[in-house]
């Protein structure tokens, strides 16, 4: 019975073993992992901003997330979301929220 017990109790660390190596693995491999940091992104260029902006809008935010750049605009009672390439800043989504009349 006790050799039983004793080899249930190695057979149950060694299993508890593998799986913290396990997670350690994980966790040393996100934090390794290919990942761009702000420094080595390539800079925005500025320039003009009127072929993307129709007469009247403005813009009223602007984010950016896995290479893309988000920007608001707002203007003639319509908002609108453009979605631009990070590198080329060329307009790849433009979606309109048109408000409905009640």
Do not use: H
Not at 69 to 90: F, N, P, R, T, W
Request: hydrophobic content about 45%; proline content about 3%; overall charge positive.
């Amino acid at each position: 019975m006790q050799r039983k017990m004793r080899k249930l109790v190695i057979w149950s660390g060694l299993i508890m073993l593998i799986g913290i190596a396990a997670i350690i693995g994980v966790i040393v491999y996100k934090s390794v992992g290919n990942k761009k940091s702000a420094s080595s992104a390539p800079a925005l260029q500025s320039g003009p901003v009127t072929q993307i902006l129709q007469s009247g809008e403005r813009v009223v935010s602007m984010s950016s997330d896995n290479g893309y750049v988000y920007v608001l605009i707002e203007g003639k009672g319509v908002q609108s979301v453009l979605q631009l390439d990070g590198e080329s800043m060329a307009v790849i989504k433009r979606v309109q929220f048109i408000p409905q009349a009640q």
